[in-house]
């Protein structure tokens, strides 16, 4: 039998480059031919990689308007990271987020403001990050430092220009974390004879209060940190405050005096997949994240 015919005979099962140089002898090729076929077979029934359905989940968050952006953030992030869940967040001032939360509307919440008055049950709570305050003013309003006293006769209606500029003051409505946190920083307390003047603007959020003091010649307002952005220092003029600027390390260090905690919360202490959340979000990852926004 020619070297040909041999290698015909065979090609069905030994592709040419198999083939030696010199041909097997005639009692090896059977042999060779199925130990061949063998490793396919075993390797074609080997064990696959095992793939673990989970069943979908869906965790409701809600958050106070302050910590709407990092609740997006961090949802966006969350269910990239475990795709079978799935994270719905409703955002509203501080006050109706935690009453939310206590109706069992919501599994966690971020908020800016816990209701410790006598009468209301605690909820569980964990401090997440610390937020700052800014004082914002129109680019028109001839200062950029301010003090503790001179905002308070501001908001309590007893300066009522500066410099030739009359002032409008701008402040958050009733049920705002921010608002309740001036307050009590500024004017010694909250609402009563604590509350900023009958006279002052009210606004719903953040972003309403940056659109009026942006677009209102004397105007003066606070926001959180979270939501002062290098586009916006550009347009309005941001005060220092005792002589300390909102900067991410004042705030954290606590040199800067308007400052608060913000809260990751539940009615109890959260079970199942919104543990694994709270557990995330003040781990590594999670912290992660809020370090990387509080310090834009």
């Excluded at 919440?109 to 003013?137: H, M, V, Y």
């Excluded at 800067?256 to 919104?274: F, H, N």
Aim: hydrophobic letters at 45%; proline letters at 7%.
């Amino acid at each position: 039998m020619n070297h040909q015919h041999l290698r015909n005979r065979h090609n069905c099962l030994l592709p040419n480059y198999l083939l030696p140089n010199y041909l097997l002898p005639n009692y090896l090729l059977p042999a060779t031919c199925f130990l061949l076929l063998t490793i396919c077979i075993l390797v074609a029934c080997g064990p696959q990689p095992l793939v673990v359905t989970r069943e979908p989940v869906t965790l409701r968050l809600v958050a106070a308007d302050t910590c709407g952006p990092l609740a997006e953030t961090l949802a966006a992030v969350y269910e990239e990271t475990y795709p079978w869940v799935t994270v719905e967040i409703d955002v509203f001032n501080a006050a109706t987020a935690e009453q939310v939360l206590r109706s069992g509307e919501a599994d966690l919440g971020l908020l800016s403001w816990l209701q410790n008055k006598p009468g209301i049950e605690p909820i569980w709570s964990q401090p997440f990050t610390r937020d700052g305050i800014a004082i914002i003013a129109h680019s028109d309003l001839p200062f950029a430092e301010t003090g503790l006293i001179h905002l308070q006769d501001i908001y309590r209606g007893h300066v009522q220009e500066w410099h030739g500029k009359i002032l409008t003051i701008v402040s958050r409505e009733h049920g705002s974390g921010t608002r309740t946190a001036f307050e009590r920083i500024v004017l010694g307390g909250s609402g009563g004879a604590w509350a900023v003047t009958q006279t002052a603007v009210v606004m719903p959020s953040n972003e309403a209060v940056i659109a009026y003091v942006t677009h209102t010649p004397g105007a003066l307002g606070y926001i959180s940190t979270l939501h002062l952005t290098e586009a916006l220092a550009e347009q309005v003029i941001v005060l220092s405050v005792e002589g300390v600027s909102p900067t991410p390390e004042a705030i954290t260090e606590g040199l800067y005096p308007l400052s608060r905690w913000l809260y990751l919360a539940s009615v109890a202490e959260p079970t199942g997949e919104a543990r694994q959340f709270a557990q995330w979000v003040l781990g590594p990852q999670g912290q992660g994240i809020v370090w990387q926004m509080t310090n834009e």
